[in-house]
């Protein structure tokens, strides 16, 4: 058991033969990611990286039977590609697209209600069960194996937690790269969810940012089902101005309950351990698991 | 990326939403020649001077040099021409400007709205934005318009109505009805409202609003519905299919420092504090902003220089946060994955040479592939560059560099 990927996922990469599908396929090809093919519209029929190439998904999943899709189509495109993805019946889709509209992804939101597949991302780097497959952007080496699970709105600051971990003495079973933009597939609280339900995670670290209610969300939630495993948390943007967008597009503080204070209060009242420097991230969870 | 005002309203009258007529203009002249157009239009000698920043309270703001407000009604040439010339050039402040103000480059001529007839005015409230947790477009409205809409949800939230639109069906006509109904409105101006608001939606989806608020939404006494003012913010990751709209955008609204940075691709935000900092990735900027804080210094700003750290970007970014006097220190922290760190340290190794004279302290963390690689770069470079590979030896140095 692990969440969302493992060793027997077969992925299949929409934008495969661009700069940005190929080099990240080759990556995780070379992680032992199980990838079985791509798609690339008016390319099918071909082969890249010894994979065939199909015009629509729906080809894709019925000669290769893909359960999984990650996406590095550009941001004009990307929406028609995760709904392509849902109605060809892939379950889980992993969008790493920055950029795409918001309106779109509104729509894609309501498409995807009346679909099975679970959405990952936009706007994020993927998600990585350590050791077996690496559906992502992020350096598949910071992963060790082990039993941390980590759930974050961020790139650099997954890898630096999973970093931490790892000189904690400590490993990772699945990071799950949610995503930075207002509207995404899986909030906090469902990727929470997942590992709380996982037999292989004992822990969790979640990292969040301002702006939104997710955390908020994943903190009452956390607490209500009884604070099963231990959390850290840590939100990024405590030094933020307020109405100013900080690089991700849903990073901006709009009122009173979206900034960091008032995330990180939620958060302790609910039981998560918080730190207040990212730099302790590993250490506190080190702390929290010999008590 | 956001609107003026009257660019705002040339955008809506495309998709036939009735607003307050008026002329954009930056000089005395034009002013004077708007006003007697207006004049002819409306029949009447009442028009209304507002100026042009992208900031609201501009009715209530002053303009620094005169005392002027920055929104003015006036009843003849001569007072537009006064109102005009005191405007134009001057520094208005208004509690969202911030005690430095803006300077205000054009004013809108506009028809006075507030005539008399045979029905009441009325000022109502309505705006359009994403509500992030339904993931979909709320129309949020009042019967209370003309104010500021944060203290009526506190000091009376009975008073605000929402309106939540399926992105599917998008917003259907017993919701348009419902909107009219509850701004208490009858006959024409109850069939007017409709329309108004449907158009109105139309053109926040049409245009990929990011928020599309109209303050106040007004009722005249001939039953018209009219948008008085308008406050447009575009969602920036739209641009690309609106091109007409994206040349509208006005960069003497912006930090020029952060108008430089976008040249380059940078994701610059300019800050108040003593400590620069350059970073891969949004999340982890932030939190390196936080952790200079925490060590005792202030962030000066917000920096990704994204994926690709080169001796290009870095050299960029270096010169952007020196511009700022304040800096007394600058730290570098790059997570490296993809990107090798020792590719990293030769860029910023490089970039140090290229610039020659820094006289501030240089704190570069470079963890990931190859970090101790790079820190023996850094260290060998003879550079007076401080080097970490941990988060925390990283915010020590930050703390030393600022006791």
């Given at each position: 058991m692990s969440v969302l990927v493992n060793k027997s996922s077969k992925i299949l990469v929409q934008g495969f033969t661009g700069t940005e599908g190929t080099f990240h396929a080759t990556q995780m090809i070379e992680y032992g990611t199980n990838v079985v093919g791509g798609v690339t519209p008016n390319k099918g029929g071909t082969t890249h990286l010894d994979r065939p190439v199909f015009n629509t998904v729906a080809d894709c999943v019925k000669a290769t039977g893909a359960d999984v899709s990650i996406i590095f189509v550009p941001p004009a495109f990307a929406a028609d590609a995760i709904m392509e993805a849902a109605d060809a019946g892939v379950g889980l889709v992993v969008c790493i697209t920055e950029g795409i509209p918001v309106q779109d992804m509104v729509r894609v939101k309501s498409f995807l209600q009346s679909t099975k597949t679970r959405l990952i991302g936009p706007n994020c780097p993927g998600v990585i069960t350590a050791g077996e497959c690496k559906v992502g952007i992020m350096p598949g080496f910071v992963f060790?194996?082990?039993?941390?699970?980590?759930?974050?709105?961020?790139?650099?600051?997954?890898?630096?937690?999973?970093?931490?971990?790892?000189?904690?003495?400590?490993?990772?079973?699945?990071?799950?790269?949610?995503?930075?933009?207002?509207?995404?597939?899986?909030?906090?609280?469902?990727?929470?969810?997942?590992?709380?339900?996982?037999?292989?995670?004992?822990?969790?670290?979640?990292?969040?940012?301002?702006?939104?209610?997710?955390?908020?969300?994943?903190?009452?939630?956390?607490?209500?089902?009884?604070?099963?495993?231990?959390?850290?948390?840590?939100?990024?943007?405590?030094t933020a101005p307020p109405g100013r967008r900080m690089g991700h597009a849903g990073a901006i503080v709009g009122g009173a309950d979206d900034t960091a204070e008032a995330k990180m209060k939620i958060m302790s009242e609910c039981g998560i351990h918080v730190v207040n420097s990212p730099a302790d991230i590993g250490k506190k969870m080190a702390e929290v698991l010999n008590k | 990326m956001n609107l003026h005002e009257y660019q705002a309203k040339e955008l809506l009258k495309k998709y036939n939403v009735p607003v307050q007529e008026g002329f954009a203009c930056s000089t005395v002249q034009e002013a004077e020649e708007a006003y007697r157009q207006i004049k002819t239009q409306s029949g009447s000698k009442f028009a209304v001077v507002k100026a042009q920043i992208h900031a609201g309270g501009r009715g209530k703001g002053a303009i620094k040099e005169n005392g002027i407000n920055g929104v003015k009604v006036g009843k003849s040439l001569e007072d537009i021409q006064e109102f005009a010339q005191k405007i134009l050039g001057g520094t208005l402040v208004t509690v969202q400007t911030g005690p430095a103000g803006k300077v205000v480059n054009k004013i809108l001529v506009a028809q006075d709205m507030y005539y008399d007839g045979a029905s009441e005015r009325k000022e109502f409230y309505l705006s359009i934005l994403l509500d992030r947790s339904k993931g979909q477009n709320v129309i949020m409205y009042s019967t209370e318009g003309g104010m500021n809409i944060e203290d009526v949800a506190h000091d009376t939230p009975e008073k605000?109505?929402?309106?939540?639109?399926?992105?599917?069906?998008?917003?259907?006509?017993?919701?348009?009805?419902?909107?009219?109904?509850?701004?208490?409105?009858?006959?024409?101006?109850?069939?007017?409202?409709?329309?108004?608001?449907?158009?109105?939606?139309?053109?926040?989806?049409?245009?990929?609003?990011?928020?599309?608020?109209?303050?106040?939404?007004?009722?005249?006494?001939?039953?018209?519905?009219?948008?008085?003012?308008?406050?447009?913010?575009?969602?920036?990751?739209?641009?690309?299919?609106?091109?007409?709209?994206?040349?509208?955008?006005?960069?003497?609204?912006?930090?020029?420092?952060?108008?430089?940075?976008?040249?380059?691709?940078?994701?610059?935000?300019?800050?108040?504090?003593?400590?620069?900092?350059?970073?891969?990735?949004?999340?982890?900027?932030?939190?390196?902003?936080?952790?200079?804080?925490?060590?005792?210094?202030?962030?000066?700003?917000?920096?990704d220089v994204g994926g690709t750290a080169n001796a290009q970007t870095v050299e960029a970014g270096f010169k952007i946060i020196m511009k700022d006097p304040a800096v007394k220190a600058i730290l570098i922290n790059i997570f490296g994955g993809i990107v090798r760190c020792d590719r990293v340290a030769a860029g910023v190794i490089d970039a140090y040479k290229n610039l020659g004279n820094i006289n501030i302290p240089i704190i570069v963390r470079l963890q990931g592939t190859n970090a101790e690689e790079a820190k023996k770069l850094i260290d060998e470079s003879g550079l007076k560059v401080q080097s970490a590979i941990l988060l925390s030896e990283a915010a020590d140095l930050v703390k030393k560099a600022v006791a």
């Open positions: 060790k194996t082990g039993r941390i699970g980590i759930v974050s709105k961020s790139g650099t600051l997954t890898y630096e937690a999973a970093d931490q971990v790892a000189k904690a003495g400590l490993g990772i079973s699945t990071a799950i790269g949610i995503g930075g933009d207002p509207i995404i597939g899986t909030p906090t609280k469902e990727a929470v969810e997942l590992l709380m339900n996982d037999p292989e995670t004992d822990a969790i670290v979640m990292i969040g940012e301002i702006g939104g209610g997710m955390e908020a969300e994943a903190a009452n939630w956390i607490k209500a089902d009884g604070n099963r495993k231990p959390v850290v948390g840590f939100i990024a943007g405590q | 605000i109505f929402k309106e939540w639109v399926h992105p599917g069906g998008g917003l259907q006509g017993f919701q348009a009805r419902k909107i009219a109904f509850n701004l208490g409105l009858s006959g024409e101006a109850f069939k007017n409202c409709v329309k108004f608001v449907t158009n109105l939606y139309n053109a926040y989806v049409g245009l990929d609003c990011a928020m599309l608020e109209i303050n106040p939404l007004f009722k005249a006494s001939d039953d018209k519905i009219i948008a008085v003012d308008c406050k447009m913010s575009l969602d920036d990751n739209s641009l690309m299919r609106h091109p007409d709209v994206a040349a509208l955008r006005d960069i003497t609204e912006e930090d020029p420092t952060e108008v430089e940075a976008g040249k380059y691709n940078l994701n610059f935000v300019k800050l108040d504090g003593n400590v620069g900092c350059m970073v891969n990735g949004a999340g982890l900027a932030m939190a390196t902003m936080d952790m200079i804080k925490l060590s005792g210094g202030e962030p000066a700003n917000f920096l």
